[in-house]
């Protein structure tokens, strides 16, 4: 179950799908554009903060922020319906990113999926501790795995309701991580 960098796997969903879990490639800027702004959408509206996202999550702009924060996919059918990145803040931390699932079909468990594949991935190459700015829509998603709000982190510049949360990595994480995979694939 292991994916290295640039390597493609399928997985197949309890919930009746079929997941592709690759890298960024920069066919995707589009679908990954799309996915990640209307995932701030809600939170952003008309602010100044707003005008930034859209300019920093353009299809023009978006292949350079896929690289920074180490982009992957998920498609269905050949199309892109789930994005995540991992901004780097050091060599140990990272920060879960632009985690956004196409609302058609969102609760299939593909954020689940590149939730758990991406810190699985991370924990290999030596990473020990997630940070995660994140809202009530997916906040459930990190607690599962111990993320604890932490208001020492500084605040997020995306939207009032997100919440700063981290988890160092573990045995007991990389566990968990590994036991939902194995709960969530055929």
Do not use: W
Not at 64 to 81: I, L, Q
Not at 126 to 135: D, K, L, Q
Not at 162 to 177: D, G, I, T
Request: contains cysteine; hydrophobic residues 40%.
């Amino acid at each position: 179950m292991r994916t290295r960098k640039n390597q493609t796997k399928l997985y197949r969903l309890k919930k009746g799908v079929v997941v592709t879990y690759r890298p960024f490639k920069l066919g995707d800027a589009a679908a990954c554009s799309r996915l990640v702004f209307g995932n701030f959408k809600g939170m952003l509206g008309g602010s100044v903060h707003g005008k930034e996202a859209r300019q920093i999550y353009s299809e023009q702009n978006l292949p350079k922020v896929a690289k920074e924060r180490d982009y992957h996919v998920a498609e269905v059918r050949g199309e892109v319906v789930g994005v995540m990145g991992f901004l780097s803040y050091d060599a140990k931390v990272v920060e879960v990113s632009n985690l956004a699932v196409d609302t058609g079909i969102q609760g299939k468990g593909i954020g689940t999926l590149l939730v758990v594949l991406g810190m699985l991935g991370k924990i290999e190459s030596g990473i020990s501790r997630f940070i995660v700015y994140t809202n009530d829509r997916s906040r459930s998603i990190f607690v599962r795995f111990g993320f604890q709000k932490n208001d020492k982190l500084p605040a997020s510049v995306i939207g009032e309701d997100s919440v700063p949360m981290e988890v160092e990595a573990s045995a007991l994480l990389r566990r968990k991580l590994e036991q939902t995979l194995e709960g969530i694939i055929e």
